[in-house]
């Protein structure tokens, strides 16, 4: 085994190495994949280009160019770079290493544990990198932004170096920006942005915080790489480290859609990636893992109704149509909402075990970020109500919003929380659950007192101070994102409290001051499959309660379709076995895979 790089003791020539051979991906080289296609209007200039300076440049090295010539004039302007050459892909290492390493800020002990920590707790929540490819080794020798960005978003949960975290988030960020002016456009750089984005450190400002921006530039890489025109039914390879390589673009391309969508969603504006079919492409590769099936439901419930929905409201470039019944839109679209969500959700119920514990996770989270797309919409469709007066019939709507909006607290107090997954959520779920409680405390406003039974208040109150506690117990310390919108809340809840003087306080403010070292989970092994959690039916029926919360394994009897077939899906890679792979696969051989 080759020794890690990050410690020195082989120089990062020799490293790579016989390593950096040009990369194929279903026969089509790396620059092709980077290059417009031909018909359009620089595809055919770069094609023209390529092919009258074939001669000329062939037997001549990149050197050896007159670099003084800029633009189409340059004859290399369109030649392959330094991610296709062996030689200025290993020159660049030498002079591309990490600054956390540089600086000491992590050693190779560190990395393997920062590593640890991002496969087990942080990845199953977004599938974006597959642990066989990204190996601390590997993913140096792929992409030392990546490499960094990795250890920087684990370091929040290091708790043997919890000081290393913000100086580690800032070097990160520093190293996607300078990737960014010195030009690369490689997959590894999509998912440091994402990374970046989905796990964003706080600031001080809104206008300060860049997840939009990151998320927008991984969009804009991944389509000049061309990943919006790959099929995600692309057929199974013969050789399993090209089939992981493909699954690992048809995911960066999935977690690029989802993350589009939901940013656009919570916005308000219109997303801007059109989406492809993917309903069982989490199935169709012995290499898939088994977090793809919970990226794979996203992708589809965000693809069908939830595309649709948005499609509907941003139609107008003006705004929302005023000449539509919008509560008979909502009721369609939560109406096909709740179709799929049944259809996911008895997938992942069948695919549950008690060996293998992910579905039944999944099935929490999944759970959750459906509600949240039920609330957006109905409570959209609840404030076009407000705007153009309110109707015998709009009761539905408010009734459906504020059931959403509670079992979107349910499911990180009764879900998430107790398992201690709320510690390791993307940043993304905490804006969901600041947005359920402000629906919530908006709801008790005057203006739908005839709507609002006077038990509910005591509910929304009891709710929100739960969620509060919740929050602040799941985090590592007091500027974990976490904690910060359970401080949030608590002031939103303080408030309105001191505008309803004739309701009886709570002491919600003594639960936030309570020790913050409540349930976590390093391991999501230690999840019983017999926790607690709801099933569609509570979150579509509207149903509360103890009648409403039903175990996984109860809600694979009620969806016992025949009409419905099964669709296998391959555990490669378990929630608590170690990570194997075939010695044949010579992960060293490519600059994509573990050296060796």
């Known amino acids: 085994m080759a020794e890690d790089p990050i410690s020195g003791s082989r120089s990062y020539r020799t490293m790579t190495k016989g390593a950096m051979k040009a990369r194929k991906i279903g026969g089509t080289d790396v620059n092709a994949d980077l290059l417009p296609i031909a018909s359009a209007p620089l595809g055919l200039i770069a094609e023209s280009s390529l092919n009258y300076n074939r001669h000329g440049t062939r037997n001549r090295e990149p050197e050896d160019l007159d670099e003084s010539v800029v633009g189409v004039a340059n004859m290399a302007y369109f030649q392959p ?36 920590i991002f496969h087990a707790n942080l990845n199953p929540f977004i599938s974006l990198l597959d642990p066989v490819l990204h190996t601390p080794t590997s993913t140096f020798a792929r992409c030392p932004v990546l490499f960094t960005v990795v250890c920087a978003v684990s370091s929040r949960y290091y708790t043997e170096k ?14 996607a920006a300078n990737a960014l002016n010195e030009g690369r456009k490689t997959i590894e750089l999509c998912q440091a942005y994402l990374l970046l984005s989905i796990y964003a450190a706080p600031v001080v400002n809104w206008e300060q915080d860049c997840s939009w921006l990151f998320t927008g530039v991984a969009i804009r890489l991944a389509t000049d790489l061309n990943l919006h025109q790959e099929s995600i039914s692309t057929a199974a390879q013969a050789n399993e480290k090209w089939e992981r390589e493909l699954l690992n673009r048809t995911r960066v391309w999935m977690t690029c859609f989802v993350m ?49 929905f948005n499609s509907f409201i941003h139609s107008n470039i003006d ?56 609330l957006f919409m109905f409570s959209f469709a609840l404030e076009q109500a407000y705007r153009t007066g309110f109707q015998s019939m709009d009761e539905l709507l ?72 919740t929050l ?89 379709r025949a009409q419905t077939a099964l669709i296998p899906i391959h555990y490669p890679i378990g929630m608590s076995t170690t990570i194997q792979h075939n010695a044949e696969m010579e992960l060293g051989t490519e600059p994509y895979n573990e050296l060796v």
């Open 472 to 560: 602040s117990s799941s985090a590592v310390d007091d500027r974990h994102i976490p904690k910060l919108y359970a401080h949030f809340l608590d002031g939103l809840l303080s408030h309105h409290h001191r505008d309803s003087p004739a309701l009886e306080p709570f002491h919600h403010q003594q639960l936030i001051l309570r020790s913050i070292g409540g349930p976590s989970s390093s391991n999501y092994g230690d999840l019983s499959p017999a926790s607690s959690m709801f099933t569609m039916s509570s979150f579509f029926g509207g149903g509360t309660g103890a009648d409403s919360e039903q175990e996984i394994y109860e809600y694979q009897d009620v969806y016992q």
């Open 162 to 175: 919890s000081e290393i975290y913000p100086i580690a988030m800032q070097f990160a960020k520093r190293s």
């Open 260 to 308: 589009d969508h939901l940013i656009a969603t919570e916005s308000g504006k219109p997303p801007a990636i059109k989406p492809d079919e993917s309903n069982d492409w989490y199935s169709r590769s012995p290499y898939n893992s088994v977090y793809d099936l919970h990226l794979s439901d996203l992708f589809t419930v965000w693809f069908e109704p939830g595309e649709t």
């Open 319 to 374: 705004g929302p149509p005023q000449d539509v019944d919008f509560r008979t839109v909502t009721i369609v679209h939560d109406a096909k909402l709740g179709v799929f969500s049944d259809e996911w959700a008895y997938r992942l119920a069948q695919q549950s075990n008690a060996i293998d514990l992910a579905p039944t996770w999944q099935f929490k989270s999944f759970a959750f970020l459906t509600t949240y797309s039920q």
């Open 398 to 469: 408010f009734t459906k919003c504020l059931e959403s909006a509670k079992n979107v607290l349910r499911s990180i107090i009764d879900g998430s929380g107790p398992s201690g997954f709320v510690r390791y959520c993307p940043h993304g779920h905490f804006t969901i659950v600041a947005f359920a409680s402000a629906v919530l405390l908006k709801l008790l406003r005057p203006e739908f007192s005839h709507f609002m039974p006077g038990y509910e208040e005591t509910q929304v109150y009891s709710l929100i101070t739960q969620v509060i506690q």
């Open 81 to 116: 770079g330094p991610a296709t050459d062996s030689r200025m892909r290993a020159h660049l290492l030498e002079q591309s290493v990490p600054e956390i390493v540089i600086h000491g800020i992590v050693v190779p002990e560190d990395v393997d544990k920062l590593f640890e």
